[in-house]
Structure formats: structure tokens, C-alpha cells
């Protein structure tokens, strides 16, 4: 017998909270700043939600796709008597990422919770710099995605899919040796990953390709 989904977590966040745990509303994470802080430092990320629809992520900073010092920065302290308004200008995409910093040195960031979904794990990741000093090419692209397509019956045709970029490295002989995919370019290239397993790749990924 499987316990029943709890309705209360809206859809697209259900893996999180099943790999990451619960999320905490702003005023459960301020009196755990400083733990939650230490956690995501050690690569442990928490997931932190504002009027339960506005839904953050405490991260690593290798969660944080974009340059860091194209990014605003917050001392931990104002950070936590801010934290409402920094998750509402995550998930609001008023920034990509909010950096926090103790003794003006970035620690950790806030980030829209729905970027972390459908990430690959960071032991799974490859990083930009290491395959290209191993002399591999990295070519880009973009997807426009589609509104999807109804039949008259009202049967799904084509599911819809979100606009993304595609990221793909290739060896000196042409091989394919990792591709990424994310909403942004810094996103694809944060998620490249070897290629996946023959049997079945769609058990390894939610993001398209479907």
C-alpha cells in the first residue's frame, strides 16, 4: 500500500520535497537561517516557500548557473530579515539568483525552486572547463517549443513543452560526450551530463526531449 500524495504540495514540486524534504514557510526558515545556511553550504539545499506558492530554494553556490558577480548580494543577517521579499524576487524572476554572503564572500544563493527540477545530480554533471581542456567542442541551441495539438476528439496529439536551450559536447572525433538542457544558456551548460543510459532514457529525465 502507497501512502496518498500530499494534495497540499502542488504538482510540480513533489520530487523536490521528496528528495530535498519538506519545504519551510519564511517564518519557519528565519529562526533556522544560520543551520539551513551551514546545510546548504555542505550541498544540502531547503526549500522555502512564501504564501505556499512562491517556492525558493536555499542552495549551494553549484546550483547557481549564472556569473556571480553579475548577481546582487546580500549579507546573511539582512538576508534573513529580507527572506519574504528575496523569494518573492526569485520566483518572480526579478533576478535568477540572490547571493548570500558572510564577511562579504558568497556562501549561498536563494533560487527559483523550479530550477532544481529535473537537474541532474552535481555527481553527474560535467563541468564546462573540464571538457573543453580535454579538447571537446560545445555547440548551442534553442528550441522554440511548441503550444501542443488537440485532435477533434479531444485527444492530445503533441504535448506541450516549454521553450529551452540545448547544450552538447563533442569530442575531437565527433561523439557525443554530454548534453544539457535548461531554460537558459548558463542553465544547459550547468546540466551537462555523459549520455545516458541505453535502455531507456526517458527514466532519467523530465525535461525535454520527452
Same mark, same amino acid.
Do not use: N
Given at each position: 500500500?502507497?501512502?496518498?500524495?500530499?494534495?497540499?504540495?502542488?504538482?510540480?514540486? =513533489?520530487?523536490? !520535497?521528496?528528495? /530535498?524534504?519538506?519545504?519551510?514557510? =519564511?517564518?519557519?526558515?528565519?529562526?533556522? *537561517?544560520?543551520?539551513?545556511?551551514?546545510?546548504?553550504?555542505?550541498?544540502?539545499?531547503?526549500?522555502?516557500?512564501?504564501? /505556499? *506558492?512562491?517556492?525558493?530554494?536555499?542552495?549551494?553556490?553549484?546550483?547557481?548557473?549564472?556569473?556571480?558577480?553579475?548577481?546582487?548580494? *546580500? %549579507?546573511? $543577517?539582512?538576508?534573513?530579515?529580507?527572506?519574504?521579499? +528575496?523569494?518573492? &524576487?526569485?520566483?518572480?524572476?526579478?533576478?535568477?539568483?540572490?547571493?548570500?554572503?558572510? /564577511?562579504?564572500?558568497?556562501?549561498?544563493? +536563494?533560487?527559483?525552486?523550479?530550477?532544481?527540477?529535473?537537474?541532474?545530480?552535481?555527481?553527474?554533471?560535467?563541468?564546462?572547463?573540464?571538457?573543453?581542456?580535454?579538447? @571537446?567542442?560545445?555547440? +548551442? $541551441?534553442?528550441?522554440?517549443? &511548441?503550444?501542443?495539438?488537440?485532435?477533434?476528439?479531444?485527444?492530445? +496529439?503533441?504535448?506541450?513543452?516549454?521553450?529551452?536551450? !540545448?547544450?552538447?559536447?563533442?569530442? /575531437?572525433?565527433?561523439?557525443?560526450?554530454?548534453?544539457?538542457?535548461?531554460?537558459?544558456?548558463?542553465?544547459?551548460?550547468? @546540466?551537462?551530463?555523459?549520455?545516458? %543510459?541505453? $535502455?531507456? %532514457?526517458?527514466?532519467? $529525465?523530465?525535461?525535454?526531449?520527452?
Amino acid at each position: 500500500m502507497t501512502d496518498a500524495p500530499d494534495r497540499s504540495i502542488p504538482p510540480r514540486y =513533489v520530487d523536490l !520535497v521528496a528528495l /530535498h524534504g519538506p519545504a519551510l514557510g =519564511v517564518e519557519q526558515a528565519r529562526p533556522r *537561517w544560520g543551520p539551513l545556511v551551514r546545510a546548504a553550504e555542505g550541498g544540502s539545499p531547503a526549500l522555502i516557500t512564501r504564501e /505556499h *506558492w512562491e517556492w525558493a530554494a536555499l542552495v549551494p553556490l553549484t546550483e547557481v548557473a549564472e556569473p556571480l558577480a553579475e548577481l546582487p548580494a *546580500w %549579507p546573511l $543577517s539582512e538576508a534573513r530579515a529580507k527572506l519574504g521579499t +528575496l523569494v518573492r &524576487q526569485v520566483t518572480g524572476l526579478v533576478y535568477p539568483a540572490v547571493l548570500l554572503t558572510r /564577511h562579504r564572500t558568497p556562501v549561498a544563493a +536563494l533560487i527559483d525552486a523550479r530550477r532544481l527540477a529535473g537537474r541532474p545530480a552535481p555527481a553527474d554533471r560535467l563541468a564546462v572547463e573540464d571538457l573543453l581542456r580535454q579538447g @571537446c567542442e560545445i555547440t +548551442l $541551441s534553442f528550441d522554440p517549443g &511548441q503550444d501542443g495539438q488537440v485532435s477533434e476528439d479531444g485527444d492530445v +496529439l503533441d504535448e506541450p513543452y516549454d521553450p529551452f536551450y !540545448v547544450a552538447i559536447a563533442r569530442d /575531437h572525433q565527433g561523439a557525443e560526450v554530454a548534453t544539457g538542457y535548461g531554460e537558459t544558456v548558463a542553465e544547459a551548460l550547468l @546540466c551537462l551530463r555523459g549520455p545516458y %543510459p541505453e $535502455s531507456d %532514457p526517458a527514466e532519467f $529525465s523530465d525535461v525535454p526531449p520527452f
